[in-house]
C-alpha cells in the first residue's frame, strides 16, 4: 500500500477484484499521472489483509475498507472492488468525491432485462472452490482474460501479479463468490450523488457489455467507456489504451480541482 503523505494531492485508492489482491495493479502503478497519491488497498482476507473481520460478510468487509480510505478520495473499484466501491459511496460518501467503476456493475448476477453472470456459472465456481482452491483461481483468471487476443499472457500476467502476496483465505473467496451473486445495488447506484465514469471490455465474459445502456439508464450523467478489443481485465490486456482512459479521467479532476 502506498505511503499518503502528500495531502495536497487527490488521492486515488485502487480496489481490486475478486480472487486476486493489489499486486493486480502493479503493471500500470509507474504510469499513473503524478498529479494524484495513489493508494492500493487489499480487501479483508485477499493479499496482505489477512486479518478477517467477525463475522465475515459484505458490511463487515465494507467497514473494514471505510476505515482505510481517506476522505475525499477517487475511488476506483475493479470487479468486485467496484461492487464495494459502489457501496462505500453509498454508505460512506464522506470517503468517495469520485467514482470509477472498471468492468463492474452494481448487480452480477443476471436478471430478467439486466446482463450477467448466469447463476449456474456462479455455483460452479462455489463447487469447484471447495474441491481444489488454486485450480479454480487459475481457472478464473483464465476466464477473465477471455475473448482477448492475448487471454494466454494476460492470464499468466495476472497470476504472476497476485503471487507475491498472500494467498486468499478460502472464507473470503467462499463469501467473495456470495457477494457477487447476492448483492443487488441497482437502487443504491442510481441514487449516487458523486460524479461517475466506467471503463468496460467489450469481449468481457463476466460483465457483458450489454449492461453498459442499462449503467446509463441509472445513471445518465455518468460517463462509460468501452475499449473494443479488451475482456475483464483492460488494465492487463490494453494497458496503453486503460492508461489513457484513466490519466484522461484523472487530469479532469486535478486540472479542474473538483
Known sequence: MADISNTDKPVLVLLHGWGVNQGVWQTI????????????????????????????????????????????SLVCGWSMGGLLAIALAERYPAKVKQLALVAATPCFLQQAGWPGMKAAVMQQFAQSL?????????????????????????????????????????????AGLDFLSSQDMRQCFAGLSQPLVGCFGALDSLVPVAVVPQLQRLQPQARFHVLAKASHAPFISHRAEFLIWLNNWLAEITESGV
Open 130 to 174: 471447495q474441491r481444489d482452491l488454486a485450480q479454480t483461481i487459475s481457472r478464473f483468471l483464465a476466464i477473465q482474460a477471455m475473448g482477448s487476443a492475448t487471454a494466454k499472457s494476460d492470464a499468466a500476467a495476472l497470476k504472476q501479479a497476485i503471487t507475491a502476496f498472500p494467498q486468499a483465505s478460502a472464507m473470503a473467496l467462499s
Open 29 to 72: 502503478l509507474a504510469a499513473i499521472t503524478p498529479g494524484v497519491q495513489v493508494m492500493t488497498l487489499d480487501i479483508a482476507g485477499f493479499g496482505l489483509a489477512q486479518q478477517l473481520p467477525e463475522p465475515y460478510n459484505f458490511d463487515t468487509v465494507l467497514a473494514e475498507l471505510a476505515t482505510q480510505v481517506p476522505a475525499n
